[in-house]
T-cell receptor, first 111, second 119 residues
Framework: TQLLEQSPQFLSIQEGENLTVYCNSSSVFSSLQWYRQEPGEGPVLLVTVVTGGEVKKLKRLTFQFGDARKDSSLHITAAQPGDTGLYLC???????????FGTGTRLKVLA | EAGVAQSPRYKIIEKRQSVAFWCNPISGHATLYWYQQILGQGPKLLIQ????????DSQLPKDRFSAERLKGVDSTLKIQPAKLEDSAVYLC?????????????????FGEGSRLTVL
């Protein structure tokens, strides 16, 4: 069974601080995605990475896919209250269009 | 473009009763997924359809859960009989799957979910 473990599980920080969320697995994935979910809504895609070692930037968010395609990280610079939410990584096993979600990281940014 | 529609938004039932959830995906999306999200956890894949065929239902508790997508468009997820541990949000998603750089990927578009409480 493929599992994606995220750390930390919870994070409460002050506005302006930086943070990194990790997504780790012992399995190889074809692609790795990051989603953000707000209360009462479904997850919304932030980014997709498909190449080992790939780094993508989306404004203050930086995403990295591990060289071995088993792990990923999300770094937020100068966090803002609007970044508050549940961050989920999702991996696609090779040869499938199946997406396995990680355990989630709940972020709260205080003004 | 209309998003993924789900109903009902909320449902409260007694244990051992039955319940059904409905999902209408984004037009043209061949792949449809049902996920179960227990409070505070990441979504767990229950079943994946490609058109009207099942691709993966390995995590679906088949003694009580069933799902169908008869005409390859909308889908229904049923639970009968419900247990207390089935209390969760049931998320439906559809995807525009494609290949990127030689790898399978795609964006999941989720509905707002159906929140089930089993008493």
């Amino acid at each position: 069974t493929q599992l994606l473990e995220q750390s930390p599980q919870f994070l409460s920080i002050q506005e302006g601080e930086n943070l990194t969320v990790y997504c780790n697995s012992s399995s190889v994935f074809s692609s790795l995605q990051w989603y953000r979910q707000e209360p009462g809504e479904g997850p919304v895609l932030l980014v997709t990475v498909v190449t080992g070692g790939e780094v993508k930037k989306l404004k203050r968010l930086t995403f990295q896919f591990g060289d071995a395609r088993k792990d990923s990280s999300l770094h937020i610079t100068a966090a803002q209250p609007g970044d508050t939410g549940l961050y989920l990584c999702a991996g696609g096993p090779p040869g499938t269009y199946k997406y396995i979600f990680g355990t989630g990281t709940r972020l709260k940014v205080l003004a | 473009e209309a998003g993924v529609a789900q109903s009902p938004r909320y449902k409260i039932i007694e244990k051992r009763q039955s319940v059904a959830f409905w999902c209408n995906p984004i037009s043209g999306h061949a792949t449809l997924y049902w996920y179960q999200q227990i409070l505070g956890q990441g979504p767990k894949l229950l079943i994946q359809f490609q058109n009207n065929g099942v691709v993966d239902d390995s995590q679906l508790p088949k003694d009580r859960f069933s799902a169908e997508r008869l005409k390859g468009v909308d889908s229904t997820l049923k639970i009968q009989p419900a247990k207390l541990e089935d209390s969760a949000v049931y998320l439906c998603a559809s995807s525009d799957n494609y290949r990127l750089g030689g790898f399978n990927t795609g964006e999941l578009f989720f509905g707002e979910g159906s929140r089930l409480t089993v008493l």
